[in-house]
């Protein structure tokens, strides 16, 4: 039956209820029990204990499955918990009852009452005493209501996916639960939640396309958030020495399996400790969550085995590249040579690229993809790295690192820069790389090299990106699978 037929005979049924003077939307009924609850008292029971019970249960749900046999039927009923089945009998709920149950449809959210039994088959089963119709389900569910497999309308239908798609409401559950992990693992160790502008007067914090707008009442340009880095550093200036934030960020670049426009990440600062504190302490993170999900070090992503157990290997970006490449150093050392060999591989570099720039587009196109188990990755290029601490023994290099799992980054960090000299120095340096042609540049902060000159303890910092934690720890394939409305193109019209 086509769409447009089935709403009409919905439609139908919904004027027959209403002149019959049923409420299609009532909003007085006392839910006593949930689908999880009574299958964890009763489901394990056998028939002659349960029919000792006398006790009644009021369920409430999405109506999912009918199995009609005249003047009797048996039902699935969904709520958020999981699926039930009840049996409803005419001579039970009583004849106006049962003309009211016939007109439902599978998509109506229903109450029904009554006592637990064992059917024949061995399942655990509500006989109805008591129905009553709470919602009217005016569209049917996808697909005969057997599941919703297009992707794309999944992405853009979240509500219809959740209905129909129980694995998709576990993985959301995962990631609340992944969170609240995250949250007891920071505040064990006391650090202080806080919450910093996502509208800023000048896009900073990271190197990243921002998205703009425009404030009337105070007249002047607005830029969504690409990091809330430099805010929490002022509170660090300000003596809140260990910081935190769980935010969402913004950044006006490609969409794609492991981006979205706008995401989820976690960054916190704690002063008197190093980037080398941060590894031990992320590995810490990542083997709590996987201890606490699934009892194991070990996880399978994507048909991958990946072992969490620490010491996670940590390498230079000269190294890996040296190791996945099989250049010589030397290669590495000049940037004619460096950008020699990137043209080489396909890689999109100019002419007088500076010599860190073309490492790390090494780096990227060619090394991040192979680092499947959990790897620390260290010693980034000064001008990809315009906040961070130089590097003491070479100043050419920054004390940075990401963290690589399965192919993807999943943490970056380092050792503040707190030196204000210094920063304007990197502002400067980020502010040519704008004016040749790198609209992602960091722009110069006046503001936020004032707060520096008032000093900033040695301080560590680091974002996490909790869309792909979440992805590692839900076995999703894509990022659009762990965010609950990801941003899609807009819909092409016949």
Same mark, same amino acid.
Not at 136 to 154: C, Y
Not at 364 to 376: A, C, Q, R, S, Y
Not at 378 to 397: C, H, M, Q, W
């Given at each position: 039956?086509? &769409? ?6 919905? !439609? ?46 009021? +369920? ?10 005249? !003047? ?39 109450? +029904? ?5 064992? /059917? ?28 919703? /497999? ?19 409401? &576990? ?67 300000g003596g809140l020495e260990r910081v935190y934030e769980i935010n969402r ?17 976690? &960054?916190?600062?704690? /002063? ?18 996987? !201890? ?10 994507q048909g991958m085995e990946i072992d969490l157990t620490p010491p996670w290997?940590?390498? /230079? ?5 040296? !190791? ?27 002419? #007088? ?78 502010? &040519?790389?704008?004016?040749? #042609? ?16 008032? #000093? ?6 680091? #974002? ?31």
């Amino acid at each position: 039956m086509k &769409e447009n037929e089935l709403l009409t005979k919905r !439609k139908e049924k919904i004027e027959s209820l209403k002149a019959d003077g049923i409420d299609l939307y009532p909003n007085d009924v006392i839910v006593t029990a949930t689908t999880r609850s009574v299958l964890a008292r009763f489901d394990n029971m056998d028939s002659d204990d349960l029919a000792r019970i006398d006790e009644e249960f009021t +369920l409430a749900g999405r109506l999912m499955a009918v199995r009609n046999f005249g !003047k009797a039927a048996f039902i699935n009923i969904q709520d958020s918990e999981g699926k039930i089945q009840a049996y409803v009998k005419k001579n039970t709920i009583g004849e106006k009852a049962f003309s009211v149950f016939e007109r439902l449809d599978v998509g109506d959210i229903i109450s +029904l009452t009554g006592r637990v039994f064992k /059917t024949k088959t061995g399942e655990l089963t509500v006989e109805a005493v008591k129905i009553r119709l709470l919602s009217k389900a005016v569209r049917p569910l996808p697909e005969k209501w057997h599941g919703l /497999t297009d992707v794309e309308k999944r992405y853009r239908q979240r509500h219809l996916d959740l209905i129909v798609n129980p694995e998709v409401r &576990e993985v959301f559950y995962n990631r609340s639960r992944i969170i609240q992990l995250i949250r007891n693992f920071m505040n064990e160790r006391d650090f202080l939640e806080v919450e910093t502008p996502m509208m800023h007067p000048m896009a900073g914090g990271a190197i990243a396309r921002p998205f703009k707008t425009y404030h009337n009442a105070l007249g002047m340009d607005f830029y969504l958030r690409i990091a809330p880095e430099l805010y929490l550093k002022r509170l660090i200036v300000g003596g809140l020495e260990r910081v935190y934030e769980i935010n969402r960020s913004f950044r006006n670049e490609g969409v794609s399996t492991f981006h979205n426009p706008e995401f989820t990440m976690m &960054e916190f600062y704690q /002063t008197y400790a190093t980037y080398e504190d941060l590894m031990d302490m992320t590995e810490e993170l990542i083997i709590d969550i996987s !201890k606490e999900l699934f009892g194991t070090y070990t996880i399978n992503y994507q048909g991958m085995e990946i072992d969490l157990t620490p010491p996670w290997q940590r390498v /230079t970006v000269e190294e890996s590249i040296i !190791k996945h490449c099989g250049i010589a150093p030397d290669i590495l050392e000049d940037a004619g040579k460096a950008v020699e060999y990137a043209k080489s591989l396909g890689l999109p570099i100019k002419d #007088g690229e500076p010599l860190g720039k073309v490492i790390m587009s090494i780096f990227d196109g060619m090394v991040e993809k192979n680092l499947i188990e959990p790897t620390f990755i260290t010693d980034y290029p000064i001008e990809v790295s315009p906040l961070s601490r130089k590097s003491a023994g070479n100043p050419g290099f920054v004390d940075r690192f990401e963290l690589y799992i399965c192919g993807r980054e999943i943490a970056n960090a380092f050792s503040e820069l707190n030196d204000p000299v210094d920063q304007r120095e990197r502002f400067m340096m980020q502010i &040519e790389a704008r004016k040749a #042609g790198d609209d992602e540049a960091h722009e110069m902060d006046e503001d936020y090299i004032q707060a520096l000159e008032y #000093g900033m303890p040695p301080t560590a910092g680091e #974002g996490i990106g909790i869309d792909r934690l979440v992805m590692l720890f839900t076995n999703s394939p894509s990022i659009r699978d762990v965010i609950l409305f990801p941003h899609m193109r807009s819909k092409v019209k016949d």
